[in-house]
């Protein structure tokens, strides 16, 4: 009934840039915030940025200054600009979205950076 979708992701040298978008369909309640999360193989899922419906956003250290999060809250679509990217953030990349019932996760979408 709910689904994310992520896309964007791919293969991109050092200091590239790559945009990701997730795109939610189906009957979703109210939105509390949407979020893009990652995982390296090998390490734990972390959070790489979130966004409240109202705009206010939060990113891990590790990406500030070279990741913006944005959304259309209309369109139920979030937004992960990424830049300056390095070797060290290849990963999958997962969109989520919270809602007041629960969060849903999209199926992920790899995204790795060549040195």
């Known amino acids: 009934q709910v689904q994310l979708v992520e896309s964007g992701g791919g293969l991109v040298q050092a200091g590239g840039s790559l945009r990701l978008s997730c795109a939610a369909s189906?009957?979703?309640?109210?939105?509390?915030?949407m979020g893009w999360y990652r995982q390296a193989p090998g390490k734990q899922r972390e959070l790489v940025a979130t966004i409240t419906r109202g705009g206010l956003v939060n990113y891990a250290d590790s990406v500030k200054g070279r990741f913006t999060i944005s959304r259309d809250n209309a369109r139920k679509t979030s937004y992960l600009q990424m830049s300056s990217l390095k070797p060290e953030d290849t990963a999958v990349y997962y969109c989520q979205i919270s809602t007041i019932l629960g969060a849903y996760w999209g199926q992920g979408t790899q995204v790795t950076v060549s040195s």
């Open positions: 189906g009957i979703i309640s109210s939105i509390v915030a």
